[in-house]
């Protein structure tokens, strides 16, 4: 029994969609095992540029600061923001968040459902048995990087991106991937681009260093390239995956589709700040706000319940709560229902709202 404060974000799109489905399952784990799930809801994205004219307003960021988890769904998507010249971008939320609530680290695990194997586009036999978790570095690197502009010359227009990484930034996200890897099966793949880019080579000297203080974890590094190539290739050869920013970002989305869908994939970001409960973090399906589905009732919520599971663990150190949320979406799963997604000839498909109730009754 335990009181938790979690600020919900739903943001736009399709994540207020999924994000009620989420929001259906922690009143049900909290009514089933006595926790008060205290949510307090705010805007972000281009809903918080509409009514607040910042992606996300102090007032938000200061309802997360004093909570003990942020619950959130998806920003961007809505045409007329996109690419547009103005500074004010939905995204600038999710930078805002990973920044100032300094959340370095996402994972995301990647752990097929065996009923879902003929899902994927990738063969059956070559996903069985997968389970990695990719460790993504979340506030360094190309994203946040200065100089980082579009700017006009005499010759035309330039722009530049800057790749940029500190040792500490580099140590700190590696020796998560080497503690984490000690609850797993204690394999650290570090992934890079030390061929041609000096950040990848400081990147795999402070990884070599960190390994040294892990004898019992193995370690390999692998070129990003190669890495992409291996994730389709041989998928059970990983175990813990960590790599800085833009590489992790983009590996994700690959991975994603071992699983069969990006709405299956939730993550978790988090930093080293306590609260009363454990470890202060963000959660978030790793899909976007998907505007082609938004609004027709479409959309996936599993990414976004799996991500409920992922707080309860991580943050709230419920991990008898969390194994039970991910037991009844792989009941739902193995009993046949389907969003369109996830659509299989002969299993029935259901829309955001009906997989969410079938959750919640498995979990009852
Ligand atoms: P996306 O993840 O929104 O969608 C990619 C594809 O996957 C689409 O075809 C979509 O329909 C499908 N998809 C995604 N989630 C799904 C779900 N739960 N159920 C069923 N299908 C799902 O990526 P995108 O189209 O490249 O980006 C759309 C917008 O989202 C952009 O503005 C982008 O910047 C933003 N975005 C936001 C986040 C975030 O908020 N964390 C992450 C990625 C992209």
Same mark, same amino acid.
């Given at each position: 029994m335990g009181t938790? !404060? *979690?600020t919900v974000l739903p943001g736009d799109g *399709? &994540? %207020? #969609?999924v994000i009620?489905? @989420?929001v259906r399952v922690l009143h049900t784990i909290g009514e089933r095992y006595q926790h008060t799930f205290q949510m307090h809801h705010g805007l972000v994205g281009i809903a918080a540029i509409q009514a607040? =004219?910042? @992606? *996300?307003s102090? @007032? !938000?960021?200061e309802l997360c600061q004093g909570s003990d988890a942020v619950l959130f769904g998806a920003v961007g998507g809505i045409a007329g923001y996109e690419g547009s010249k103005t500074q004010v971008r939905p995204e600038n939320a999710l930078l805002r968040l990973r920044k100032e609530l300094e959340l370095f680290a996402n994972l995301r695990p990647v752990r097929p459902f065996k009923a879902l194997l003929n899902a994927s586009t990738i063969k059956p036999e070559v996903l069985a048995g997968t389970d990695l978790l990719v460790v993504r570095e979340l506030t360094g690197g190309l994203y946040f990087g200065? %100089? =980082? #502009?579009i700017r006009e010359t005499p010759q035309g227009r330039e722009a530049v991106d800057t790749m940029f990484y500190t040792e500490h930034e580099i140590d700190r996200i590696v020796r998560a991937a080497f503690d984490l890897s000690r609850n797993r099966r204690k394999k650290v793949t570090s992934v890079d681009k030390a061929n041609i880019l000096n950040t990848s080579r400081l990147w795999r000297q402070v990884a070599e260093r960190v390994a040294g203080e892990y004898p019992d974890v193995e370690i390999d590094h692998l070129l990003v390239d190669t890495c992409s190539m291996q994730l389709v290739r041989h998928p059970t050869a990983f175990d813990v995956i960590v790599t800085e920013n833009t590489f992790g970002d983009i590996l994700t989305d690959e991975a994603a589709m071992l699983a069969g869908s990006m709405g299956m994939l939730p993550s978790a970001s988090l930093g080293t700040r306590q609260t009363a409960h454990g470890l202060f973090g963000?959660? #978030? %399906? *790793?899909? &976007?706000?998907a505007p082609d589905i938004a609004g027709q009732g479409k959309a996936n919520p599993i990414a976004a319940i799996l991500t409920v599971a992922m707080m309860l663990r991580y943050s709230f150190g419920l991990h008898r709560e969390a194994d039970v949320i991910e037991a009844a979406v792989e009941q739902v799963i193995e009993a046949g229902y389907r969003t369109e997604d996830l659509k299989e000839a002969g299993k029935p498909v259901v829309g955001t709202q009906e997989m969410g109730r079938l959750i919640v009754d498995a979990l009852s």
């Open positions: 938790y !404060t *979690i *399709i &994540g %207020p #969609e009620e489905q @989420a607040e =004219g910042q @992606a *996300i102090d @007032a !938000t960021m200065k %100089p =980082g #502009e963000m959660y #978030e %399906p *790793i899909h &976007g706000s």
